[in-house]
């Protein structure tokens, strides 16, 4: 009953967002970043009901939001947290900054901390280079970050 | 009377505090009876300065920084609204010698208006451009940005005018402008500063190439790393819909151009522009086959401008000034000045604007400050994941796209990545292959199998097995990709790959 209900709520809210963006040219994308935004994360099962809606298969929709690194197929934990991999951070430490943070948190990229908090994942440049190594988490950026700063962002989000 | 307080908006800053500065002073203010404005104006892309708060005076806004927070107290002690001195004091921002030897032709604005005020836009010489554009042909537009040298800031270099020349003289019954700002290569940040930072630029280029070429719909495709580009776009966009600069019948004319922004979704092969199309229409961002070109058959089928952000931010400046100001600027086939970013391990990081031809040495001593960690610098990435890596006996470079060609390295969106002497070169190679396997769309083979196969290879080569050989192997790879790949992403991976072999061969265990 309790599943019935989640599922019966999702339906409804993903028949909003598709109602609302099934007529824009090009529409999957806006659509699948209006989901995550939305819900948190592409669930697998929508991909039938945004296929009916844009006259697409399910394989046609899979395939395009696994091609994505943004678009998530599973709930993340309450805050995201980025970590630039890319060689302007590399020049600063960032290599001992992930192995830092996925020591900290015990997980590795993609997985969420026992305790739902965060989800680590990694990203290829967000353009703070100039202030590397850099960390996004959430929609936030933080320059400059060293273990202790991270330390700090954990502990926040755990709050 | 009210004193106008500067503090910027912009991510980076934001990264080092900003917003708490800026929540600091205004309760600092209150609590002393004082009447202050505070403006989150923009960077100015004194990165290590940030953040930098500059007070409005008589002679000139007055900067201070790095401000944390807890300084802020100290320096309404110090009375730094009549612009006392502190020890944060920078002086008269004009006069800060990083910034005043700059030559800011695109970047004319940014750090020094409020991002999303339109009167601010036009009280600095905003839509003096497209009013310009407005009293000439679409030929005539075309003509004056061929006539500027401008070639495409985002990589491959193409002359900008050559590509709207196409699409102007095509027959159809829509075209479209799409800026590429899917700016993904590390050590680049000059398209998030002119969106964060000045976003009327963007729109007033894109309008521009609109009115051109007779396109009627632009497209935004913008990084989803980017959530604060993405709110000042927006907001800049509804203010300019609103006051008759998007829409139907701009500024009173017969032209109509609506504008929108698309999200990305962090897949770097979308930086080239047939897979940005692809994603664009809702699909895979699968690398196109060419032909046709986007000009021709590009968004949806129609003939479709793709250009980079800083390529369409600069041409306001090149319509406002004229084409022979801008290509008064330059040396050779590089004409007007680029954005160059400092990033990596330098002391002064940040961006700074020059007219092609200055050297790499000037930029990473003059300018960067050496690096961060006070070792030497011992490699430079320019251009990105795909650019070479550069030796010290190179760092007499002058900025220059032929002249960087020479060397067999790129100057591509003008990021420049510091390392110092701790850096694994044979790590940097594997890496590049890696991000290449991470980023790869799959549709060839050369680059979905050949980065794959190129990480283990290098691995080997690490592990000291068979090294003469595997080198030789590497080699071999490095052609298939380079000759055989559809696109720059598998095409260019043997840039960082094969420079970091033969410029630093002590690190595979090569002698040098």
Redesign the interface.
């Given at each position: 009953m309790q599943d019935l209900e989640t599922k019966q709520d999702l339906d409804l809210r993903l028949g909003a967002l598709i109602s609302e963006h099934q007529h824009m040219?090009?529409?999957?994308?806006?659509l699948?970043?209006a989901i995550q935004d939305n819900i948190g994360y592409v669930p697998e099962s929508s991909y039938s009901q945004i296929g009916k809606a844009?006259s697409l298969s399910v394989a046609e929709v899979h395939?395009?939001v696994t091609?994505?690194?943004?678009?998530r197929t599973h709930k993340p934990g309450r805050h995201v947290m980025q970590i630039c991999r890319?060689?302007?951070?590399?020049?600063?430490g960032s290599e001992a900054l992930e192995a830092h943070a996925k020591k900290c948190l015990n997980v590795d990229y993609h997985q969420t901390t026992s305790d739902d908090a965060i989800t680590l994942e990694a990203?290829?440049?967000?353009?703070?280079?100039?202030?590397?190594p850099?960390v996004?988490m959430d929609?936030?950026?933080?320059?400059?970050v060293s273990a202790e700063d991270l330390d700090a962002l954990i502990a926040e989000a755990r709050a | 009377m009210t004193t106008k307080i500067y503090v910027p908006r912009d991510s980076s800053a934001l990264s080092m505090g900003a917003e708490k500065v800026a929540v600091a002073i205004a309760l600092e203010a209150k609590k002393r009876g004082l009447d202050i404005t505070i403006i989150r104006n923009g960077s100015r892309g004194l990165y290590w300065l940030e953040t930098m708060v500059e007070v409005a005076t008589d002679q000139g806004r007055v900067a201070y920084g790095p401000v944390k927070a807890k300084d802020v107290p100290s320096l309404f002690d110090a009375d730094f609204l009549n612009a006392k001195n502190h020890p944060l004091s920078l002086g008269l921002t004009e006069e800060i010698e990083w910034l005043k030897k700059q030559q800011r032709l695109t970047f004319a604005r940014v750090g020094i208006t409020d991002p999303v005020s339109l009167d601010d836009y036009i009280a600095h010489d905003g839509y003096k451009g497209l009013k310009k554009a407005l009293t000439l042909s679409g030929a005539e537009i075309v003509k004056a940005v061929t006539d500027s040298g401008l070639r495409g800031r985002g990589g491959a270099a193409f002359p900008t005018g050559i590509k709207w020349n196409t699409v102007l003289g095509c027959q159809a019954d829509q075209k479209y402008i799409v800026c590429n700002a899917d700016e993904g290569d590390s050590g680049t940040f000059s398209d998030r500063m002119i969106m964060e930072d000045d976003p009327f630029v963007l729109i007033e280029g894109m309008t521009i190439a609109g009115v051109a070429v007779g396109a009627t719909q632009g497209y935004i495709y913008l990084r989803s790393e980017y959530p604060h580009a993405l709110k000042a776009l927006n907001e800049a966009i509804a203010k300019a819909e609103a006051a008759g600069y998007l829409g139907d019948k701009i500024c009173g004319s017969t032209h109509t151009f609506n504008l929108e922004v698309r999200r990305a979704a962090g897949a770097y092969v979308c930086g080239e522009e047939t897979s940005l199309l692809e994603s664009l229409e809702g699909k895979r961002g699968l690398v196109r086959f060419k032909p046709p070109l986007p000009a021709i058959e590009g968004l949806f089928g129609k003939p479709t401008v793709v250009n980079n952000v800083i390529s369409l931010a600069t041409v306001p400046i090149i319509l406002d000034k004229g084409a022979q100001y801008y290509a008064d600027y330059g040396m050779g086939r590089s004409r007007g000045t680029l954005p160059i970013q400092l990033a990596g391990n330098l002391k002064h990081g940040g961006l700074v604007e020059l007219a092609f031809g200055i050297t790499l040495r000037e930029l990473l001593y003059d300018y960067g400050g050496g690096s961060a960690t006070g070792k030497p610098i011992r490699a430079v990435q320019v251009g990105g994941p795909l650019g070479a890596f550069l030796p010290e006996s190179q760092f007499d470079t002058p900025l220059d796209y032929e002249a960087f060609s020479n060397i067999w390295a790129v100057v591509g969106h003008g990021g420049i990545v510091a390392f110092d002497d701790t850096v694994d070169m044979a790590k940097m190679a594997r890496y590049a292959f890696e991000f290449c396997a991470i980023e790869s769309c799959g549709k060839c083979t050369p680059c979905r199998i050949g980065s794959t196969r190129g990480v283990e290879v290098i691995d080997k080569i690490i592990a000291g097995k068979d090294t003469a050989k595997n080198i030789k192997l590497v080699r071999d790879l490095s052609d298939t990709m380079l000759n055989g790949s559809l696109c720059a992403l598998g095409g260019m991976t043997p840039y960082p790959v094969l420079s970091a072999m033969n410029h630093f061969p002590e690190d595979f265990g090569i002698a040098k």
């Open positions: 040219p090009g529409a999957l994308m806006p699948l970043h844009l395939g395009v091609f994505y690194h943004h678009f890319a060689e302007s951070c590399q020049s600063m990203v290829y440049c967000l353009g703070n280079c100039a202030l590397s850099a996004m929609e936030e950026v933080y320059g400059r | -």
